[in-house]
């Protein structure tokens, strides 16, 4: 199954789901910190999301539950960078148990990860949008009821093109 990011909505199957996405569009030179989402076609490798918010969650996707001690590393001077990492961390991280609700699910996108390139860009997920859909610093965000539906569909075939 493939996945169509297109103005701003996912297309798969009959569905077409309302997203966010970076605040400054989608590039083909996504660099770290520069708000763009990466143009391409991604798979997609595996879940994380909050167990003490989520439950039933039914995928085909490996899922690793979130603990207070994650975190993502987004610091290109680290050896590091563009991994899930423990807390406390030394360097620029993005801290995965947060107070609100945007990554009680997070489906991992294989941007940047094998190999990593520094400084290309971290930490970009399909993760939960804000109330009002208010744009990313580079990710992917769906509600989510589309996420529910969404992670039931997906699995490790699954490609996700972003145009």
Known sequence: MNIILK?????FQNYKLRCSIGKKGISYKKKEG??????????????LYRKDRVTNLKTNLKKIAIHKKMGWCDDPYSKYYNHMVKLPFKGSVEK??????????????????????????SAIFLHLAKKKYQNTKGCVAINKNDMMLLVEKVNKRTKLQIY
């Open 34 to 47: 520069d708000n763009k989402t990466p143009k391409g076609k991604f798979k997609f490798k595996y879940i």
């Open 7 to 11: 103005n701003k909505f996912l297309y």
């Open 96 to 121: 995965l148990w947060l107070k609100d609700n945007i990554y009680d699910i997070i489906i991992i996108i294989d941007y940047n990860l094998n190999p990593v390139i520094k400084f290309k860009g």
